[in-house]
């Protein structure tokens, strides 16, 4: 696989592959790669970009990365969003649903 993104950090499973870089560009977003090892449909992969990506994680059925902005973003394998969580450093953690608003 060549890097064309810069991908500073990686996580690995048994069902696939996810890859994140730090802010590039002149946007400063990141990119959030994720390379399934068997898929029964050609180009399954998918990336995603958004602000800062500073950890990136996988677990059976989802991929999920913590952005710069404290927020959890988790995945599908198909890479479909529930709903961002936002730690706001109270030690609580909060749904974030102004994207559904904005729709």
């Not at 064309?4 to 002149?26: D, I, Q, R, V, W």
């Not at 992969?45 to 059976?60: I, P, Q």
């Amino acid at each position: 696989m060549t890097d064309y993104f810069g991908f500073t950090m990686a996580a690995l499973n048994e069902n696939g592959s996810a890859f994140a870089n730090p802010c590039k560009g002149e946007k400063g977003m990141s990119t959030l790669l994720y390379r399934p090892f068997s898929s029964w449909a050609n180009n399954s992969e998918w990336s995603m970009r958004f602000e800062e990506v500073m950890v990136v994680a996988l677990g059976t059925a989802w991929v999920a990365a913590v952005t710069s902005f404290n927020f959890l973003r988790i995945f599908s394998e198909g890479g479909l969003q529930a709903p961002r969580h936002h730690g706001d450093g109270d030690g609580h953690d909060h749904v974030d649903d102004t994207e559904k608003a904005n729709h």
